[in-house]
């Protein structure tokens, strides 16, 4: 550029002159750019990497102050140690069948009503989409006296399905809003071929539709699992008897059950057992998170 | 992104047979029965979303009505309890520990609220682009966002341990605060690092939010702005800041209906205390119902917060649409 601007500075337009200090300003930009989204990124990565380098200190060292040697020592005695002693693996199972289930549930729910709601006429469907919806306002930390009252006659208190059904269905806003778009965005012809060619309903959703829908089901079953699997409160409220919690009320007793001095090395490494799905998952299946937000149904 | 605001609105995509198929072709049959077939295919419309509505009417529907009626008992666990009219509700506004947890939500809410939205607009500029690194970029600022406050807050609660926690450990190596900090155990300090946490915590959900919608204004109005020689600045504030209004509100709503919920840190960081100094209202509601069993009296506490997120949401509503109207035009 310089030799070329050099050799015929009278060709120098008044453009190209503006492209050179623009494409200087971009390369400045990038760098700068680079540099603040670099140290933004370890203040979000680091601490939870620095969990999870701490989860295989000894025990002995995660309760004294961070020095640079405590690197040398790393161990999985705190995981063994959770294990043999915690039961973790049992909470981490409850955990792992609660948000399956929701997602399960959620997906072959949601699935069912966006089809209905996308494809079908019937009457009263503004009214029912409406009502599904307006859940998203209703928040269920308000309704946990209800809930529990509720549950609790019906046996679904002290109950993983039961919680799985709670989760199902605070979930399914989000979920039915997605699926009825899924199934909108789909040509209205595919699935008339196949009713033309005498499919059921039924039928045509599995073998026509069900390809096209596969990504909106992702989005939903990602964001149920997420939030089953990370849920606090609701736990908290509708199951009591130990052998049923769920990692995070695992932890809890960790902290506040056992008596005498916490153990943090337990504390720590069950907290990064509790990490694992979500980061594997949203690094995994990024790409259907997004889409989730994208979609609109997002509320609060 | 078209948000929630599907309700009430009438749907144009939403086809039904009879209006869509003319008949004819292969359609003889249809011709026959064709009121039959269509009866049919709304009974198949309704058995399709009927769990759905089920589950909603049954853990939602259901128990928002029977919230109301019990807030106007004065409900214990187990026992007979009575109509109490509003005397809950007259009761709760004069109870401290309830007006403390309004007023202290509050305050929580209104500390996080900006630094929330700031980090998060000022991140989503940064990721926006599809520029290198960008989806790591994103990854990285949205993952303390995905693993939850519950796991966080456990993971904090080791690090704000005098002596051993890094937060002491780091401040000190500044020359910021003394090694044997206690920040659990006081009110001030407790509030101020679980505020850091949040902020920490939620800008990622606000980033996506905004990086949303900034990925829908149309390049063509970059593009222009810059023949016309806009710089970056002017850019932003013309065309970036006025199309992202929608975007922006819906991301401050959510904050803030979440700030209102906000349970899981203070329970596992500081269980309310010292004293009930950090108790939120959900944790007031939850303390009220399952600890003291008074669970009229909390309902009556939940009722009003249902009614507070109810009026933020059909303000939400009430934004959006304007934004609605305006993507539409355009």
């Given at each position: 550029m310089t030799a070329a601007t050099r050799t015929?500075?009278?060709?120098?337009?008044?453009?190209?002159?503006?492209?050179?200090?623009?494409?200087?300003?971009?390369?400045?930009?990038?760098?700068?750019?680079?540099?603040?989204?670099?140290?933004?990124?370890?203040?979000?990565?680091?601490?939870?990497?620095?969990?999870?380098?701490?989860?295989?200190?000894?025990?002995?060292?995660?309760?004294?102050?961070?020095?640079?040697?405590?690197?040398?020592?790393?161990?999985?005695?705190?995981?063994?140690?959770?294990?043999?002693?915690?039961?973790?693996?049992?909470?981490?199972?409850?955990?792992?069948?609660?948000?399956?289930?929701?997602?399960?549930?959620?997906?072959?729910?949601?699935?069912?009503?966006?089809?209905?709601?996308?494809?079908?006429?019937?009457?009263?469907?503004?009214?029912?989409f409406a009502l599904v919806l307006v859940t998203m306002m209703v928040p269920f930390q308000a309704l946990l006296t209800p809930l529990f009252l509720e549950m609790h006659s019906l046996g679904l208190t002290n109950n993983l399905a039961g919680l799985a059904l709670f989760y199902t269905t605070f979930n399914l806003p989000f979920g039915v809003f997605v699926m009825r778009n899924t199934f909108l965005q789909i040509p209205w012809e595919m699935s008339e071929a196949a009713s033309v060619d005498g499919a059921s309903p039924v039928r045509t959703l599995v073998s026509v539709l069900r390809p096209l829908v596969i990504p909106g089901i992702a989005t939903t079953v990602l964001?149920?699992?997420?939030?089953?699997?990370?849920?606090?409160?609701?736990?908290?409220?509708?199951?009591?008897?130990?052998d049923l919690y769920t990692l995070p009320l695992a932890l809890l007793n960790m902290e506040y059950g056992s008596v005498g001095q916490v153990n943090f090395g337990y504390l720590e490494a069950g907290a990064v057992i509790a990490m694992i799905p979500c980061v594997l998952l949203y690094i995994g299946l990024q790409r259907f998170y997004i889409q989730g937000l994208m979609s609109g149904a997002i509320k609060g | 992104m078209t948000s929630a605001g599907g309700i009430g609105r009438r749907v144009p995509a939403l086809r039904g047979p009879g209006g869509h198929v003319p008949g004819g072709r292969g359609q003889g049959w249809r011709r026959l029965g064709g009121g039959g077939l269509s009866a049919r295919r709304s009974r198949t419309g309704m058995i399709l979303v009927s769990p759905?509505?089920?589950?909603?009417?049954?853990?939602?529907?259901?128990?928002?009505?029977?919230?109301?009626?019990?807030?106007?008992?004065?409900?214990?666990?187990?026992?007979?309890?009575?109509?109490?009219?509003?005397?809950?509700?007259?009761?709760?506004?004069?109870?401290?520990?309830?007006?403390?947890?309004?007023?202290?939500?509050?305050?929580?809410?209104?500390?996080?609220?900006?630094?929330?939205?700031?980090?998060?607009?000022?991140?989503?500029?940064?990721?926006?682009?599809?520029?290198?690194?960008?989806?790591?970029?994103?990854?990285?600022?949205?993952?303390?966002?995905?693993?939850?406050?519950?796991?966080?807050?456990?993971?904090?609660?080791?690090?704000?341990?005098?002596?051993?926690?890094?937060?002491?450990?780091?401040?000190?190596?500044?020359?910021?605060?003394?090694?044997?900090?206690?920040?659990?155990?006081?009110?001030?300090?407790?509030?101020?690092?679980?505020?850091?946490?949040?902020?920490?915590?939620?800008?990622?959900?606000?980033?996506?939010?905004?990086?949303?919608?900034?990925?829908?204004?149309?390049?063509?109005?970059?593009?222009?702005?810059?023949?016309?020689?806009?710089?970056?600045?002017?850019?932003?504030?013309?065309?970036t800041l006025p199309l992202l209004r929608r975007s922006i509100a819906l991301s401050l709503i959510i904050s803030v209906i979440g700030s209102f919920l906000a349970f899981n840190q203070f329970y596992i960081l500081t269980e309310g205390g010292p004293g009930t100094s950090t108790e939120p209202v959900v944790m007031w509601i939850y303390q009220e119902a399952f600890v003291q069993y008074h669970l009229g009296y909390a309902t009556a506490g939940a009722i009003v917060l249902v009614v507070v997120i109810?009026?933020?949401?059909?303000?939400?509503?009430?934004l959006l649409r304007d934004g609605d109207d305006k993507k539409a035009a355009r």
């Open positions: 015929s500075p009278v060709r120098r337009t008044e453009q190209a002159a503006r492209a050179e200090r623009k494409r200087r300003k971009g390369r400045t930009g990038f760098v700068l750019y680079l540099v603040g989204g670099t140290l933004a990124a370890l203040v979000f990565l680091v601490p939870l990497a620095w969990a999870v380098l701490r989860s295989f200190m000894p025990n002995t060292l995660v309760t004294q102050a961070p020095s640079g040697a405590d690197f040398s020592h790393l161990t999985v005695s705190n995981y063994t140690g959770l294990i043999d002693t915690n039961d973790i693996l049992r909470y981490a199972l409850n955990s792992l069948l609660v948000a399956v289930g929701t997602g399960l549930l959620t997906a072959i729910i949601a699935t069912m009503a966006g089809y209905g709601f996308a494809r079908f006429r019937f009457r009263g469907s503004g009214v029912v964001y149920a699992f997420l939030f089953s699997w990370t849920e606090f409160v609701g736990a908290l409220t509708f199951i009591t008897s130990n | 759905a509505f089920a589950m909603v009417a049954l853990f939602v529907l259901f128990p928002l009505g029977f919230a109301v009626y019990i807030s106007l008992t004065n409900w214990p666990l187990i026992g007979p309890y009575h109509y109490v009219g509003g005397q809950n509700y007259s009761e709760i506004i004069h109870d401290q520990a309830f007006v403390h947890s309004v007023l202290f939500t509050l305050l929580y809410t209104a500390i996080v609220t900006v630094p929330i939205f700031v980090l998060g607009y000022l991140m989503a500029l940064l990721v926006r682009s599809n520029r290198r690194g960008a989806v790591f970029f994103r990854t990285a600022f949205f993952l303390p966002y995905i693993i939850g406050l519950a796991t966080e807050s456990f993971i904090l609660l080791l690090e704000l341990q005098p002596d051993s926690g890094a937060v002491d450990f780091v401040l000190h190596k500044l020359g910021l605060a003394a090694a044997t900090t206690a920040w659990t155990v006081n009110y001030g300090l407790a509030l101020t690092a679980i505020c850091v946490f949040v902020v920490w915590f939620a800008s990622g959900l606000t980033m996506m939010l905004l990086m949303a919608g900034m990925n829908g204004i149309p390049a063509e109005l970059y593009e222009s702005a810059d023949v016309d020689g806009a710089t970056w600045w002017e850019k932003e504030r013309r065309v109810a009026v933020i949401s059909a303000l939400q509503f009430y």
